[in-house]
Every structure is written in C-alpha cells, then in structure tokens.
C-alpha cells in the first residue's frame, strides 16, 4: 500500500485544517488508516484512526472533540478535518496504515507496517 499525505498548512489559533490520506497499491478493506504526528523533539504520537471496513474511529484525548477521521471509500481517500487547532498541534502529520492490527496497537506507531510521507501543520497564536 502507497500512502499520499497532503492538506497541510499554517493557519492560526482557531482555525482549521483538512488533511487527506489517498490509498494506492492493494486494496485497503481490511486495513486501519491512522493519522500520527510528530513535534519537534518529541515522539510521535497518535492522532485518531479508522477501521476501512465498518467505518469504525479511535481517537487520542487531545484530538476528541476537535479532530474528524473519515474515509471515502470511492476514492480510496482518509481524511482529517481539524478544528479549532492549537499552537500545540502544530507537528508533522503523518499517514499510515496496517492490516494486522488489534485495537489495543492502534496508538502504537511500531505497529504499522506503511507510511507516508508527512505533511506540516504549523498554528500561530
């Protein structure tokens, strides 16, 4: 599976941002889609992800309430609608993907075998 990150950008406090993940290579029905980022001098950390199948989300503390994971299954597409963003939120965002997942892995980025390239997300006050 090849994974395309894009939709980043610099935005202020408050504003909002929509990232989108496209799926090339094999099919991805069985697949969870994740979004992880990663700040300077820090470890990534997880974002929120979704079960292709089903449609089902996960989402870390920090994003609920504010982060939308969503996936169009015609074009192959994960999306993540940020809002009401936060300097602490700016990072480098990545795009991955797994099949062989179990949920309690999910916030675990050793667990995914396919990455994208990041894309930056960079909120002013």
């Known amino acids: 599976v090849q994974l395309q990150a894009s939709g980043g950008g610099s935005v202020q406090a408050g504003g909002c941002l929509r990232l989108?993940?496209?799926?090339?290579?094999?099919?991805?029905?069985?697949?969870?889609v994740a979004w992880f980022r990663q700040a300077p001098g820090k470890e990534r950390e997880f974002v929120a992800a979704?079960?292709?199948?089903?449609?089902?989300?996960h989402y870390a503390d920090s994003a609920k309430g504010r982060f939308t994971i969503s996936r169009d299954s015609a074009k192959k597409t994960v999306f993540l609608q940020m809002n009401n963003l936060r300097p602490e939120d700016t990072a480098v965002y990545y795009c991955?993907?797994?099949?062989?997942?179990?949920?309690?892995?999910?916030?675990?980025?050793?667990?995914?075998?396919?990455w994208g390239q990041g894309t930056q997300v960079t909120v002013s006050s």
């Open positions: 991955v993907a797994d099949n062989s997942i179990i949920l309690s892995s999910l916030p675990i980025a050793a667990a995914y075998n396919y």
């Open positions: 989108s993940c496209a799926a090339s290579g094999r099919t991805v029905s069985s697949y969870y």
């Open positions: 979704i079960r292709w199948r089903g449609g089902s989300t």
